[in-house]
């Protein structure tokens, strides 16, 4: 067990907002979003790999603050489109829009610092640091700190508070002076959406965070999820395979297969597709 040195929670408890606050902060969202453009666009946005076609022509808008949930069989082309948006990937052809401005040429560094947050289907993370040192790298990347941290980090308290908050925020605040490798599967989960939030992305990318848990573990990243939409700051794009998950959680749901868009509508609409019963469902919609 690795312990942080010098720095402890504090134990003061945050101070609740008023009801007039909550009426201006709620005020000021509807005004701001009026008449903006999509946080994300995708246009035509298609790459091939030799003779394949990965993604075809695919042409998707995610409103700002809205989950928008991507599924479709193995092979659709889910985390590939991911890769494109993220800039992992170049496409062939078609364009990626951010904000209304096109970043179809940018590198993911570069995507990151206007505010995409990308996760993987693997985890993530520095096992060997603690749970909040892990966090806190994140947070220092925003602040332009450099490599000074490795010398000089216990300086940092906000930076160490603030970081306690977001591990509050995925529930590992009782983790959080253990090292990184001694979390379970589902934790280190958590913390790698933990670390991705330390990055404050206008636009999350969330790819299979539910990948390899249990069943048991599954709630939990349900709920985190669920927080982090119902701040409604920040747009999330979800891949997931569990289609209970996806029911709950998602605004609108875009179904891929063989790397080709077939629907695009509410959770309810796709789930009485019959395009997506076929293609996806095998016939059906399957919960559980």
């Known amino acids: ?3 942080s040195v010098g720095w402890a929670p504090s134990l003061i408890p945050d101070s609740p907002r008023t009801t007039d606050q909550i009426e201006f902060h709620s005020i000021y969202i509807k005004k701001s979003t009026m008449d903006k453009a999509p946080a994300i666009e995708t246009r035509d946005l298609t790459i ?7 993604v075809n022509e695919v042409s998707l808008v995610f409103e700002e603050y809205h989950l928008k949930s991507i599924i479709g069989p193995n092979g659709a082309g889910k985390t590939t489109l991911f890769n494109l948006i993220s800039g992992q990937y170049k496409p062939t052809s078609g364009r990626v829009y951010l904000n209304g401005e096109d970043v179809t040429g940018l590198d993911p560094a570069s995507r990151t610092k206007l ?3 990308r996760s993987f ?11 909040l040192e892990n966090v806190r790298l994140a947070l220092q ?4 700190v450099g490599m000074v941290f490795w010398h000089h980090w216990r300086s940092y308290t906000e930076l160490e508070d603030r970081a306690y908050d977001l591990l509050k925020q995925v529930l590992l605040e009782d983790r959080w002076r253990y090292a990184a490798s001694t979390l379970t599967h589902g934790e280190q989960r958590k913390l790698e959406i933990a670390i991705l939030l330390g990055l404050d992305p206008a636009v999350l990318l969330l790819d299979e965070p539910t990948a390899g848990m249990s069943i048991e573990e599954v709630p939990a990243i349900l709920e985190i999820i669920q927080d982090i939409k119902a701040a409604h700051n920040r747009t999330i794009l979800l891949v997931e395979h569990k289609f209970d998950m996806i029911m709950t959680v998602s605004d609108t749901i875009a179904v891929l297969k063989e790397g080709q868009l077939i629907c695009d509508d509410t959770p309810e609409a796709v789930s009485n597709n019959e395009k997506v019963q ?8 399957k919960h559980g």
């Open 121 to 131: 289907q693997l985890t993530n993370i520095f096992p060997t640091l603690t749970v």
């Open 1 to 3: 067990m690795k312990e």
């Open 48 to 54: 091939r790999f030799g003779g394949n076609i990965a």
């Open 141 to 144: 990347s925003k602040v332009d």
């Open 278 to 285: 076929a293609a996806y469902l095998g016939g059906g919609v």
């Open 115 to 117: 505010g995409i947050g």
